[in-house]
């Protein structure tokens, strides 16, 4: 059996255990390393090349993303990681990283339960980061942070541990200052501060595939004044294969994000208003395999081939071929053509997406990016709104 085809068996098996599924989102501001950070963890959970990683850019999937050099569309991606003996499932939505997409950013945060925010610690925090975290906080999306690009801190700007220590708690301050101002008023959260002792801050170099955080220090026996010494001897490859970037992250995804079963009771009252008491809601909030069918579309895509592909989150129920679904806000019902799941940028097709996952489903024709789609008439999942951007003028 192919190796492709062995990771696709192992998500169709992991789909069933949503204990261990992790939906997350990588955000950013534009150009601090989100696709080189996706392309790493993708590499790392053996989707892609190791030495592609970086130059693949497997996250832009669309021709237009790859000539301009931002990513537009939101792809998505299923990939495995073994966090304390267990395998875990990652389903990551790319989202985009440019200030006219903001529309798209937010309507990926509906899908997902956590997300990894991206500053590039020689810019620090941006008018997008702070887009970017408002968004997943609204859509109660618990934050992690990690401070990307800390190569250039060492190598380049030459700093010692104390002015680069200092940098690094100030862009891990500002950050806190966002959440913090974002969460006060949320009686839903916990302080979703983020924090270096906590595990809930990463720092490291997507380009160079090395990374560090307070639990991988423990674990690897290497503390920062090491890792210094090899960045700054060049010794990059040695670096990442001490630390590697996607191990640290993946960890972190694991170890701080919450999975379906803790974040749905939770996100469901924020984001749907209908009958807290009823049986669809209890199967949302028990991301219940066998109650009806929810499934919210964050995105539509176009394949040459299938047509139109509608991806989203399933709530409750599991997608299947043949399903006569509700498509909210139009008569009539589609039906659903074929289910799949993403691996590293192409769709592949499986016999069913149960509640917790990222589906990606054919034959809904009706449906747009927002819609409710279920196999009873129900309430609609409320509006995305979409935050506008402060205008951004870069250097
Ligand atoms: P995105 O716009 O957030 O997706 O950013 P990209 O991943 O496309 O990266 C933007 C630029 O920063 C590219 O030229 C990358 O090679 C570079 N870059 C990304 N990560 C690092 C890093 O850790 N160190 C350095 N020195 N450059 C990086």
Known sequence: MGRRKKIVQECERLMDEP???????????????????????????????????????????????????????????????????????????????????????????????????????????MPQTETVLRQALR???????????????????????????????????????????????????????????????GFGSALYKWGVSMPSMQRTGMDFAEVMELERADKRQELHEKTPLSDVVLDMVCEHFPNPVDAQPRRIPRVWRGDAESDLAEGMRLVDEDGEVVFMVTDISMDPHAGEIASGRVFSGSLEKGQELYVSGTAGKNRVQSVGIYMGGEREEVDEVPAGNIAAVTGLRDAIAGSTVSSVEMTPFESIEHISEPVITKS
């Open 19 to 125: 204990e261990n599924i992790r939906n997350i989102a990588i955000a950013a501001h534009v150009d601090h390393g989100k696709t080189t950070l996706s392309d790493n963890l993708l590499a790392g959970a053996g989707m892609i090349s190791d030495e592609t990683a970086g130059e693949q850019l497997a996250m832009d999937t669309e021709e237009d993303e790859q000539e301009r050099g931002i990513t537009i569309d939101a792809a998505n991606v299923s990939m495995t990681h073994e966090y304390e003996d267990t395998n875990h499932l990652i389903n990551l939505i790319d989202t985009p990283g440019h200030v006219d997409f903001g529309g798209d950013v937010t309507r990926a945060m509906r899908a997902v339960d956590g997300a990894l925010v991206v500053v590039d610690a020689v810019e620090g925090a």
């Open 139 to 201: 859509e109660g999306v618990k934050p992690t942070l990690f401070i990307n690009k800390v190569d250039r801190l060492i190598s380049e700007l030459q700093e010692g541990p104390e002015e680069m220590q200092e940098r690094l708690l100030s862009v891990i301050h500002d950050v806190n200052e966002l959440i913090r101002g974002m969460t006060q008023d949320m009686d839903d959260v916990d302080d979703w501060t983020v924090s270096v002792e906590g595990g809930t801050v």
